[in-house]
């Protein structure tokens, strides 16, 4: 069985858990949406040339004031993944947004493997949507770093 079999199988399977027994990778985009909670929107996409089945989703818009605090919140939970179960938190440039994202090889998962990767997934989705949430409207959360100097201001090392 090819990569992309394995990758619709493990797809159907999972959809027939959840009672949607159509689930399945579209044709043209190699993925399919599920909506958990009415507000977490996973997307699982199969990577052709890596073999890698993706989740992915939209959490937030960083704060315009002050982020600071919470991206230095979200590098110390990427490190090792320490506090992200696996996923990678990331920032996409061009909305602003706060990406959850992981990527398993099709050929280490199986239907129960699957299942809890998703599980797991969705809820660390579940926790830094909310994390994020409470840093839009937190003074204390999203409270600026003490000024630093400018680099001409600073000690001169080289030269």
């Not at 949607?20 to 985009?29: F, G, I, K, N, Q």
């Not at 999203?142 to 400018?150: D, I, S």
Request: net charge negative; hydrophobic share 45%.
């Amino acid at each position: 069985m090819d990569k992309r079999q394995l990758a619709e199988k493990l797809i159907s399977k999972f959809g027939t858990l959840l009672t949607l027994p159509e689930l399945r990778l579209d044709d043209h985009s190699n993925s399919c949406v599920l909506l958990f909670d009415g507000d977490i929107v996973l997307n699982i996409e199969f990577d052709e040339p890596t073999g890698q089945l993706i989740l992915s989703t939209y959490l937030d818009e960083l704060p315009v004031d002050s982020p600071e605090a919470i991206l230095r919140e979200l590098m110390v939970a990427n490190l090792y993944w320490h506090r992200t179960d696996g996923a990678t938190l990331g920032l996409e440039d061009a909305t602003n947004g706060v990406i959850l994202a992981q990527a398993r090889m099709v050929t280490e998962l199986d239907d129960a493997s699957f299942e809890k990767m998703v599980e797991t997934f969705v809820n660390q989705a579940e926790r830094w949507k909310k994390r994020l949430g409470e840093a839009k409207t937190s003074v204390n959360a999203a409270a600026p770093m003490a000024q630093l100097p400018h680099l001409a201001e600073g000690p001169r090392i080289f030269g």
